[in-house]
């Protein structure tokens, strides 16, 4: 049964940056079949796709925080990782990673999701 | 960037009822339409993918329809359980925008 899991710090400074990694367990990062992505979701609020990444390194991101936003990715350690820069308190989050088919892009695969607090 | 718009925002039916949710996109996306179940301090858990396909282990109660730019959820007959935010996603381009969510209560 695949299984990911968020982990990184909940706490992060304003202008900071957010660092946060899924562990991808019962599965492979370097599947052809799938990218791994990032979503968010402030409290009480909806869902926000932040970007993914294929197995061959491709990303792809939302075009209103690229400008903020590096995913990576570790084969060796089967692991994914989001980097975004110049945090605000809007960046306060729940933050997902989840796997999605390159067939249909949906998301099939969630973690549990982790809360990232921008605050100083 | 393209939009999507459920309705209701929320609704309360009784258990048995027969729930519909609508989701309209700004623009043409084909059948690249999902369906999303969060219930509250959980993952969000796919529904339907591809507008009318059932994912494996989602009951049949479920099913999803449409094409183009308006999709329906349709809960059949409503069980306690199914009480949760309801998501659409389209996923026909990047980005990969979700509606607003859904959410049904008991009445």
């Known amino acids: 049964q695949l299984q990911l899991q968020e982990s990184g710090l909940g706490l992060v400074k304003p202008s900071e940056t957010l660092s946060l990694t899924c562990t991808v367990s019962?599965?492979?990062?370097?599947?052809?079949?799938?990218?791994w992505g990032w979503i968010r979701q402030p409290p009480g609020k909806g869902l926000e796709w932040i970007g993914s990444i294929y197995y061959s390194g491709s990303t792809y991101y939302n075009a209103s925080l690229k400008s903020r936003v590096t995913i990576s990715a570790d084969t060796s350690k089967n692991q994914f990782s989001l980097k975004l820069s110049s945090v605000a308190a809007a960046d306060t989050a729940v933050y997902y990673c989840?796997?999605?088919?390159?067939?249909?892009?949906?998301?099939?695969?969630w973690g549990q999701g982790t809360l990232v607090t921008v605050s100083s | 960037d393209i939009q999507m718009t459920q309705s209701p925002s929320s609704l309360s039916a009784s258990v048995g009822d027969r729930v519909t949710i609508t989701c309209r996109a700004s623009?043409?996306?084909?059948?690249?339409l999902n369906w999303y179940q969060q219930k509250p301090g959980k993952a969000p858990n796919l529904l339907i993918y591809l507008a009318s396909n059932l994912q494996s282990g989602v009951p049949s109660r479920f099913s999803g329809s449409g094409f183009g730019t308006d999709f329906t959820l349709t809960i059949s007959s409503l069980h306690p359980e199914d009480i949760a935010t309801y998501y659409c996603q389209q996923s026909y381009s990047a980005p990969r925008t979700f509606g607003q969510g859904t959410k049904v209560e008991i009445k």
């Open positions: 019962g599965g492979s990062i370097s599947s052809s079949s799938h990218y």
């Open positions: 989840a796997r999605q088919g390159s067939s249909y892009f949906d998301f099939d695969y």
């Open positions: 623009q043409s996306i084909s059948s690249y």
